[in-house]
């Protein structure tokens, strides 16, 4: 799959490539990039989007940046809509215990979870949502 981009043709996967060369701030800008991209939604551009989150997440992680992280399970509902909910559940659970891991996450853990179910109940995401009132009532 390729589009043009101020008159260049790229595909994901390349772009994933050359954004995990990179390292930080650059390395968060070439990830926000990939999942901005609203026009590719073939099942390998969905693979490179979850890469792209979890590398985000990761780097977040490792830099103790919680309010990234927190924007991040938040700002991410929109660009993995169109993925199967059980990856979506996947990719959300991953970004919440990692928030938990991050100086200040167990305070945060409590709104944002609160805001995943609400979420869940818009978008009728039952298993998602037992999850996480599950790890929320821990």
């Given at each position: 799959?390729q589009?043009?981009?101020?008159?260049?043709?790229?595909n994901?996967q390349?772009?994933?490539e050359?954004?995990k060369?990179?390292?930080?701030a650059k390395a968060i800008?070439?990830?926000?990039?990939i999942?901005?991209?609203?026009?590719n939604?073939t099942e390998d551009?969905q693979?490179?989007?979850?890469?792209?989150i979890?590398?985000?997440g990761?780097?977040?992680?490792?830099?103790k940046?919680?309010k990234?992280?927190?924007?991040?399970?938040?700002?991410?509902?929109p660009?993995?809509?169109y993925?199967p909910?059980?990856?979506i559940a996947?990719?959300v659970?991953?970004l919440?215990?990692k928030?938990?891991?991050?100086?200040g996450?167990m305070?945060?853990?409590?709104p944002?979870?609160t805001?995943?179910?609400?979420?869940c109940?818009k978008?009728k995401r039952?298993?998602?949502?037992?999850r996480?009132?599950?790890?929320l009532t821990r």
């Amino acid at each position: 799959y390729q589009r043009r981009v101020h008159g260049d043709i790229y595909n994901m996967q390349k772009i994933w490539e050359e954004a995990k060369a990179l390292s930080g701030a650059k390395a968060i800008h070439a990830y926000e990039e990939i999942l901005r991209d609203t026009t590719n939604v073939t099942e390998d551009d969905q693979k490179v989007k979850e890469a792209a989150i979890y590398a985000l997440g990761e780097m977040f992680v490792k830099e103790k940046a919680l309010k990234p992280l927190c924007e991040l399970i938040v700002s991410i509902r929109p660009q993995v809509s169109y993925m199967p909910q059980a990856r979506i559940a996947k990719i959300v659970r991953m970004l919440y215990d990692k928030l938990m891991t991050v100086p200040g996450g167990m305070e945060a853990a409590i709104p944002i979870g609160t805001e995943i179910i609400e979420w869940c109940n818009k978008e009728k995401r039952n298993f998602l949502k037992h999850r996480m009132q599950t790890n929320l009532t821990r």
